[in-house]
């Protein structure tokens, strides 16, 4: 009996999130095993230390639909003390699902472990936290990236175990999927992020986040009302109901600071606030506060930097 | 053709929740309360569904005490059909909330069962895909467009880094996403209308389901400050400055 993560790579290595899902792992059990679905690099995968057994499929999977992954997943997992992934759209899509086939109740994005079965996570988008101690036979959690410590320890040897190609199913397909090309790192890996809120006023003035954004090497990140407001589309929201994230920079200009943002983002490690509104809440979170027109603010720090 | 959404009744949106001094739990006496909103747009999308008459009947399910009624009523005044409460006064977890679904899902043969992808109190996002395991029905999360395409349904869902399309099998679970619609404003003659619509009333323990909480929740605390206050600027300069040569970022 051990712990099962299913890590998410990126470039095929494990990207941030798994790193962190893996040290949360490691608190609980002194060795794991990992579960990817893309072989290229599984030479580099191999050697994170503490990890035993890799399970990989034989080619790069990718478009995976939930019951295919879980109908394949639901005979490795039942072996397992505790399966464990980084939380995120990819996981919150089928962890549940695969619960369900194991009759567990999962532990969702969890930000502290206190014992074997006893883990803190957030509700009220983060303005409560819940210590909740699970009785399931086999604990599933999900992690959230920005509470712990990307694993960075090498000198492993793990052995790699090859899984038969998923079998398709006949009631879910995938069509297609349209991904928005873009240069600038990921929201919940990036250094810096920028972000824009109702305050920027349309489509076309995100441009001035965009610029600013590029100049620092930053991701691009929106309030809900920015993307309600159809400023720019969801996948950029930080917030309860979009990406949780904690860069060492986080530039919030025009947003207010609804109570659902600041739970995505009250992490990073330096948060500046920039809005014409004095009284603005998002004043009450932040280290640097500067009140002004963002027209013309944004495009001079752009100038300047 | 036959929907069935389920509808969870949360603490307001706009209300900031407090967390009770004895820490177990958060202040709900007094509170506004209002249906989930991602629920809400889950009730919107069935009634669209409707109206382009490819469903006939909306019934609403929620779980929980007699005041659930008033969700459910408001889910009829913006146009369902008819309502079930089942009543309990535990607090249940989202693979007993799927489990009791199950039933009515069954029940009723359900074809598009249609779920908010969240609640915005426990904030667990789990419910709509332990269903479609319980089940075994194809799933579609966090949905932002749904077309039906012959006997099955064509959904858009929000993914990391944009959109992804799936085709999915009647019947199917489906959830919802933010973007999927914009939740109407129930109508005073909807909300007359709504209160002669029938909302059967069923103790949960008639069911006979299995149904046991797996996790126990020791304590709910409010999340630590942010140290420190705001240092206020004066120009870009400044804040460039201090990323600069204080902080060391920039």
């Given at each position: 009996m051990s712990c099962l993560v299913i890590a998410e790579l990126e470039n095929g290595t494990p990207n941030r999130p798994s790193l962190a899902a893996i040290s949360a792992s490691l608190e609980l059990e002194s060795t794991i095993d990992l579960l990817v679905?893309?072989?290229?690099k599984i030479d580099e995968i191999k050697k994170?230390?503490?990890?035993?057994k890799i399970y990989s499929f034989k080619n790069k999977i990718d478009n995976l639909v939930a019951e295919d992954l879980v109908n394949c997943l639901k005979q490795i997992a039942a072996n397992y003390k505790y399966i464990i992934a980084p939380s995120g759209t990819f996981s919150k899509n089928f962890i549940p699902r695969l619960a369900a086939n194991l009759d567990l109740q999962p532990v969702t994005d969890?930000?502290?472990?206190?014992?074997k079965n006893t883990f803190d996570r957030p509700i009220y988008a983060g303005n409560a936290i819940a210590t909740v101690r699970s009785h399931d036979k086999t604990i599933m959690l999900t992690v959230r990236g920005t509470a712990f410590q990307p694993f960075a320890q090498d000198g492993g040897s793990a052995e790699v175990e090859l899984l038969p190609d998923l079998l398709e199913g006949n009631h879910s397909k995938f069509i297609n999927k349209e991904i928005t090309k873009s240069e600038r790192p990921e929201l919940s890996s990036a250094k810096i992020i920028v972000s824009g809120g109702?305050?920027?006023?349309?489509k076309d003035n995100f441009k001035i986040i965009e610029e600013l954004a590029d100049k620092l090497n930053a991701a691009i990140g929106a309030s809900r009302a920015a993307v309600d407001a159809g400023y720019?589309?969801?996948?950029y929201q930080v917030g309860q109901t979009g990406k949780v994230v904690a860069p060492e920079l986080y530039i919030a200009v025009?947003?207010?600071?609804a109570i659902q943002h600041l739970a995505g983002m009250k992490d990073s490690k330096v948060i500046v606030a920039i809005n014409k509104?004095?009284?603005?809440?998002?004043f009450q979170v932040a280290d640097y506060g500067l009140v002004g027109d963002l027209f013309t603010t944004i495009p001079e720090i752009t100038k300047e930097i | 053709m036959k929907a069935l959404v389920a509808v969870k009744r949360v603490i307001d949106y706009n209300v900031k929740i407090r967390v009770k001094q004895d820490n177990s739990g958060v202040e709900k006496e007094n509170v506004k309360m209002s249906m989930n909103p991602f629920d809400e747009i889950a009730v919107e999308e069935a009634i669209r569904l409707k109206e382009k008459n490819l469903i006939d009947e909306i019934v609403v399910v929620s779980i929980g005490s007699d005041n659930v009624q008033e969700t459910i009523r408001s889910a009829l005044a913006m146009g369902a059909d008819r309502g079930i409460l089942v009543k309990t006064d535990n607090e249940l977890e989202p693979l007993a909330i799927a489990k009791i679904l199950k039933y009515f899902v069954e029940k009723e043969e359900s074809d598009i069962t249609i779920l908010g992808k969240?609640?915005?109190?426990?904030?667990?996002?789990q419910t709509g895909q332990i269903l479609g395991g319980l089940l075994n029905y194809p799933q579609a999360t966090f949905a932002s467009k749904v077309i039906k395409e012959d006997n099955a349904m064509l959904v858009t869902r929000e993914i990391d880094g944009g959109l992804e399309t799936l085709k999915i099998n009647l019947p199917c679970i489906i959830t919802t996403d933010l973007r999927l619609n914009e939740p109407r404003y129930a109508s005073l003659p909807n909300i007359m209308k709504a209160k002669s619509k029938p909302i059967d009333i069923i103790e949960l323990?008639?069911?006979?389901l299995e149904i046991t909480n797996?996790?126990?929740?020791l304590e709910v605390k409010a999340p630590p400050e942010r140290g420190g206050s705001v240092k206020m600027l004066d120009n870009y300069s400044e804040l460039i400055d201090v990323l600069k040569n204080k902080e060391g970022i920039l």
């Amino acid at each position: 009996m051990s712990c099962l993560v299913i890590a998410e790579l990126e470039n095929g290595t494990p990207n941030r999130p798994s790193l962190a899902a893996i040290s949360a792992s490691l608190e609980l059990e002194s060795t794991i095993d990992l579960l990817v679905f893309n072989p290229d690099k599984i030479d580099e995968i191999k050697k994170i230390k503490n990890v035993k057994k890799i399970y990989s499929f034989k080619n790069k999977i990718d478009n995976l639909v939930a019951e295919d992954l879980v109908n394949c997943l639901k005979q490795i997992a039942a072996n397992y003390k505790y399966i464990i992934a980084p939380s995120g759209t990819f996981s919150k899509n089928f962890i549940p699902r695969l619960a369900a086939n194991l009759d567990l109740q999962p532990v969702t994005d969890i930000i502290k472990i206190h014992d074997k079965n006893t883990f803190d996570r957030p509700i009220y988008a983060g303005n409560a936290i819940a210590t909740v101690r699970s009785h399931d036979k086999t604990i599933m959690l999900t992690v959230r990236g920005t509470a712990f410590q990307p694993f960075a320890q090498d000198g492993g040897s793990a052995e790699v175990e090859l899984l038969p190609d998923l079998l398709e199913g006949n009631h879910s397909k995938f069509i297609n999927k349209e991904i928005t090309k873009s240069e600038r790192p990921e929201l919940s890996s990036a250094k810096i992020i920028v972000s824009g809120g109702r305050g920027v006023g349309s489509k076309d003035n995100f441009k001035i986040i965009e610029e600013l954004a590029d100049k620092l090497n930053a991701a691009i990140g929106a309030s809900r009302a920015a993307v309600d407001a159809g400023y720019i589309s969801n996948d950029y929201q930080v917030g309860q109901t979009g990406k949780v994230v904690a860069p060492e920079l986080y530039i919030a200009v025009g947003i207010s600071g609804a109570i659902q943002h600041l739970a995505g983002m009250k992490d990073s490690k330096v948060i500046v606030a920039i809005n014409k509104d004095e009284d603005a809440p998002i004043f009450q979170v932040a280290d640097y506060g500067l009140v002004g027109d963002l027209f013309t603010t944004i495009p001079e720090i752009t100038k300047e930097i | 053709m036959k929907a069935l959404v389920a509808v969870k009744r949360v603490i307001d949106y706009n209300v900031k929740i407090r967390v009770k001094q004895d820490n177990s739990g958060v202040e709900k006496e007094n509170v506004k309360m209002s249906m989930n909103p991602f629920d809400e747009i889950a009730v919107e999308e069935a009634i669209r569904l409707k109206e382009k008459n490819l469903i006939d009947e909306i019934v609403v399910v929620s779980i929980g005490s007699d005041n659930v009624q008033e969700t459910i009523r408001s889910a009829l005044a913006m146009g369902a059909d008819r309502g079930i409460l089942v009543k309990t006064d535990n607090e249940l977890e989202p693979l007993a909330i799927a489990k009791i679904l199950k039933y009515f899902v069954e029940k009723e043969e359900s074809d598009i069962t249609i779920l908010g992808k969240q609640a915005i109190d426990d904030d667990y996002n789990q419910t709509g895909q332990i269903l479609g395991g319980l089940l075994n029905y194809p799933q579609a999360t966090f949905a932002s467009k749904v077309i039906k395409e012959d006997n099955a349904m064509l959904v858009t869902r929000e993914i990391d880094g944009g959109l992804e399309t799936l085709k999915i099998n009647l019947p199917c679970i489906i959830t919802t996403d933010l973007r999927l619609n914009e939740p109407r404003y129930a109508s005073l003659p909807n909300i007359m209308k709504a209160k002669s619509k029938p909302i059967d009333i069923i103790e949960l323990k008639e069911l006979n389901l299995e149904i046991t909480n797996r996790l126990e929740i020791l304590e709910v605390k409010a999340p630590p400050e942010r140290g420190g206050s705001v240092k206020m600027l004066d120009n870009y300069s400044e804040l460039i400055d201090v990323l600069k040569n204080k902080e060391g970022i920039l």
